[in-house]
């Protein structure tokens, strides 16, 4: 970048008068304390005989720029990402644990099992890589803080038991987030397993068998007894094709920081998934509000590597702090810069904390619509029973003003969660309450997220509430 005069012939070793000099030569009248452009350095240090190495330092806007534009000739087929979810007791847990015991990359039989948040398997000598946090709290936290890391879902669940609450909750977040989803049928050793009821139940979701004319994949399975989890898979790779994931594995290394933690003797080490290049012992890495060298690299076998490649989880040691999931993960040129981001992203992040927010509320919808930011409004609906639900959920989603839709994402009878807030902040939607109002956990997220909950009495209220606040015509709440 520019530098002043002073600095720079400091640098090249001259005297400054003599390098004001060459510069008036060259027709730029500068003084010791100006700054010159890369353009002058490089044809005085020509001058001079020397070869500039120029370091632009890499802003954060042209960081996205470049990891964005990746050329596609340089794209490689990458591994899928694939995450479990389900209703609990539906044997994700069991699946999770299942798939690993039975196919642990051949390369690494012998070496012991490291829970590291993510591991790889080897299927007909294809590697997929497993997030093992069951369940769709980890999955929507990541996504709240930007992060795209599932390709797709595995959703679990019980041939005794059918569709649960959480099942559809996570079918919810997974429609959310555009993941597709592959309905594993658990538990058909047992007696009283029912998998017909599954596949009817889950029909009214939008996942339909292609039997009877969907495109949802379904895979009977035992996870306790270790049946049909090869034809999971062999779903699993099949979904992955259709999807042609690809990365750059010589791009500039980046990814997702799966699960951090302090330990007592090796300091700050995170999880990451690389998304994209090639993560190497030695790089220089920006995680979130967190920067240092690999000083170490491990596998979930508990293995020492020198580099991971995309779709690769891997445990890193070397950050000068613990970042948190999902946080992004990118490697820098230099350590200067890499410090001078962290610090740019800490008082940014103070900032942003003090100004308001720019999640959607009702009070300021109307201006988020006027500037354009939103054209459809998702809502979360939870209601003391299901008939109010369903009632609400009719007269919400006839709702039109001015070509502005009202979109409910997720619906359910019972109190708000701290799931139902944590998927409000991932999709940028409110929640609407019903004769019901948020458990403490819920009012605290909601308050940390600022994720906007509205609580009623009268159907009536609700849906002129929305109306007036998509009209710009909503009271203050004082
Ligand atoms: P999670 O809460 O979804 O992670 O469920 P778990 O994996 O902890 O399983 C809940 C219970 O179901 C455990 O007692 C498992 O042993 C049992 N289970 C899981 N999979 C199966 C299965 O395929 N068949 C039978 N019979 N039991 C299972």
């Known amino acids: 970048g520019p530098m002043s005069v002073g600095d720079f012939a400091k640098a090249l070793q001259r005297e400054p008068a003599d390098v004001i000099k060459k510069l008036l030569l060259l027709g730029i009248m500068a003084t010791i304390n100006q700054e010159i452009d890369t353009d002058a350095m490089e044809l005085i240090a020509s001058e001079y005989g020397v070869t500039l190495n120029v370091v632009e330092p890499v802003d954060e806007e042209a960081l996205d720029m470049l990891i964005e534009e990746e050329d596609p000739a340089n794209l490689k087929p990458r591994p899928p990402v694939v995450t479990i979810m389900g209703h609990v007791d539906h044997g994700k847990t069991t699946l999770l644990d299942a798939i690993r015991e039975s196919k642990v990359t051949a390369t690494e039989s012998g070496g012991i099992t490291q829970h590291i948040g993510a591991y790889q398997v080897e299927v007909n000598g294809r590697p997929i890589t497993f997030l093992d946090t069951p369940g769709h709290e980890a999955f929507t936290t990541m996504r709240a803080r930007g992060a795209q890391v599932t390709d797709l879902t595995i959703l679990v669940v019980a ?7 959480q099942t559809i909750e996570a079918i919810n977040h997974a429609k959310a987030a555009n993941v597709p989803i592959i309905v594993a049928v658990n538990k058909i050793d047992k007696p009283d397993a029912n998998p017909d009821r599954v596949q009817q139940e889950l029909t009214q979701y939008g996942l339909v068998p292609e039997a009877w004319g969907g495109d949802t994949i379904f895979a009977p399975i035992s996870a306790l007894k270790k049946e049909g989890l090869d034809e999971l898979l062999e779903m699993v790779l099949l979904v992955a094709d259709v999807q042609e994931l690809k990365a750059n594995p010589n791009g500039r290394p980046r990814g997702t920081v799966i699960e ?3 330990d007592k003797g090796r300091g700050s080490v995170a999880t990451v998934l690389v998304q994209n ?3 190497k012992v030695g790089d220089i890495v920006v995680a979130g509000t967190t920067y240092g060298r690999v000083r170490a690299m491990v596998n979930d076998m508990g293995r020492r590597l020198k580099q ?3 779709s690769m989880p891997v445990e890193i040691q070397g950050l000068n702090g613990v970042p948190s999931a999902g946080d992004q993960f990118v490697v820098y040129d ?3 810069g890499a410090r001078n981001l962290v610090e740019k992203r800490m008082s940014r992040e103070k900032q942003e904390q003090m100004q308001t927010t720019s999640k959607v509320t009702l009070d300021d919808l109307y201006k988020q619509i006027q500037e354009g930011k939103v054209a459809e409004l998702n809502v979360i609906v939870k209601a003391d029973v299901q008939g109010s639900v369903e009632a609400l959920v009719q007269s919400i989603e006839k709702i039109d003003v001015s070509g502005v839709r009202v979109k ?10 701290e799931s139902d807030v944590s998927l409000a902040a991932a999709s940028n939607a409110i929640i ?21 909950i509205r609580l009623y009495r ?18 203050p709440e004082y």
């Open 277 to 279: 290049g090639t993560l």
């Open 260 to 262: 951090a933690k302090l």
């Open 159 to 165: 041939a005794d038991d059918g569709v649960m609450p």
């Open 408 to 417: 409910v994402i997720h619906r359910g009878a019972g109190a708000i969660t």
């Open 308 to 310: 991971a490649g995309p």
């Open 458 to 475: 009268v159907i009536y209220n609700v849906i002129s509430e929305l109306e007036s606040a998509m009209k710009g015509m909503l009271e």
């Open 334 to 336: 230099d350590e200067r």
């Open 432 to 452: 609407i309450g019903f004769h019901v109002r948020p458990d403490v956990n819920a009012t605290r997220m909601a308050e940390a997220e600022k994720v906007d």
